[in-house]
Nanobody, 123 residues
Framework: QVQLVESGGGLVQAGDSLRLSCTASGRTLSSYFMAWFRRAPGKERDFVAAISWRGGSTYYVDSVKGRFTISRDNAKNTVYLQMNNLKPEDTGVYYC????????????????WGQGTQVTVSS
């Protein structure tokens, strides 16, 4: 079992930055493909970014490319999402997820989820 805990969300203004963290316990994260998803108000949960086991490959939804950066520190069992130049449309609950198989951007294919952290961007 892997327990994931997100942190770092908050209320910010458009153009500001936030860094989300996802810390795991129970097992080392080094063997898991990791991703961030978000659920905007009234919408389904969507893919945001993902990273391979050692961080060699990263994936982003088009709307965040150039603004968000996903990274991981396996020694700290933590995955990060650096979010710059935030926009109101980035508002939502951000979830960290892990899967112990190959790359996949479909949220139904993930084994473990955190409880989510709220990000609110005001205009």
């Amino acid at each position: 079992q892997v327990q994931l805990v997100e942190s770092g969300g908050g209320l910010v203004q458009a153009g500001d930055s936030l860094r989300l963290s996802c810390t795991a316990s129970g097992r080392t994260l080094s063997s898991y493909f990791m991703a961030w998803f978000r659920r905007a108000p009234g919408k389904e949960r969507d893919f945001v970014a993902a990273i391979s086991w050692r961080g060699g490959s990263t994936y982003y939804v088009d709307s965040v490319k150039g603004r968000f950066t996903i990274s991981r520190d396996n020694a700290k069992n933590t995955v990060y999402l650096q979010m710059n130049n935030l926009k109101p449309e980035d508002t939502g609950v951000y979830y960290c997820a892990a899967r112990n198989r190959g790359a996949d951007l479909d949220d139904t294919q993930y084994d473990y989820w955190g409880q989510g952290t709220q990000v609110t961007v005001s205009s």
